[in-house]
Each structure stands twice: as C-alpha cells, then as structure tokens.
Nanobody, 124 residues
Framework: QVQLGESGGGLVQAGGSLRLSCAAS????????ISWFRQTPGKEREFVAG????????LYADSVKGRFAISRDNAKNTVYLQMNNLKPEDTAVYYC?????????????????WGQGTQVTVSS
C-alpha cells in the first residue's frame, strides 16, 4: 500500500501562485508515476500533470502548460505542483495519484492510489 498526502491548497487571487505538495509513504516501488488530477463538482477528475519517479519525463495538460510545473524530491518522497498565473477556472479539488506504470497516463481509472485532495480556490 502507498499512502499519499496533499497539502498547500488555499484561496488565491487570479494571477497568483500556489505550490501543492504530495508526500508519499508506505510501500516503495522502483518505478512508478505520480500525477496530479483535479475535480470540480459534477465533473470527472481531469489530468493536470504527471512525472515519472525515475528519469525526467513529465506531461502536462494543455490547459496548464507554461503555467504549472511538476517536480519531485526523491529524498523526501514528495512531488510538487507549482502553479503560477492562476485563473478562476483552475478552482478545483486537486488530488495526487500513483500509477504503477513506466509511462505517464492521463486516465484516472488506471491509477492505483489516491490522496484525499486539497482545495484550490482562485478568485477573480
């Protein structure tokens, strides 16, 4: 089992920044992907960004390219999502998730472990 804990959400004005953290604990694997998804009421979870635990591969949704950056600190078992130039449409609950895969996949149903989520609210 892998446990994931998100933090760093909050209320910010449009144009502002937030950094989300996802701390992983429990069973370790040699290779996996950690991704961020987000969800608004009545909608399915949407892929935001993903990173392989080894190597430098990352993937971003078109809606966040150039504004968000995903990174990892292997020593701390933590993945970060730096969110800049936030827009009201970025408002959502943000989740981190683990996929025991070698490639970054954007479909939520393939992910094996999920955090509890953190709320991000961007005011206009």
């Amino acid at each position: 089992q892998v446990q994931l804990g998100e933090s760093g959400g909050g209320l910010v004005q449009a144009g502002g920044s937030l950094r989300l953290s996802c701390a992983a604990s429990g069973r370790t694997y040699n290779e996996y992907v950690i991704s961020w998804f987000r969800q608004t009421p009545g909608k399915e979870r949407e892929f935001v960004a993903g990173i392989r635990w080894s190597g430098a591969s990352t993937l971003y949704a078109d809606s966040v390219k150039g504004r968000f950056a995903i990174s990892r600190d292997n020593a701390k078992n933590t993945v970060y999502l730096q969110m800049n130039n936030l827009k009201p449409e970025d408002t959502a609950v943000y989740y981190c998730a683990v996929d025991l895969s070698f490639s970054i996949r954007t479909t939520e149903r393939v992910y094996d472990y999920w955090g509890q989520g953190t709320q991000v609210t961007v005011s206009s």
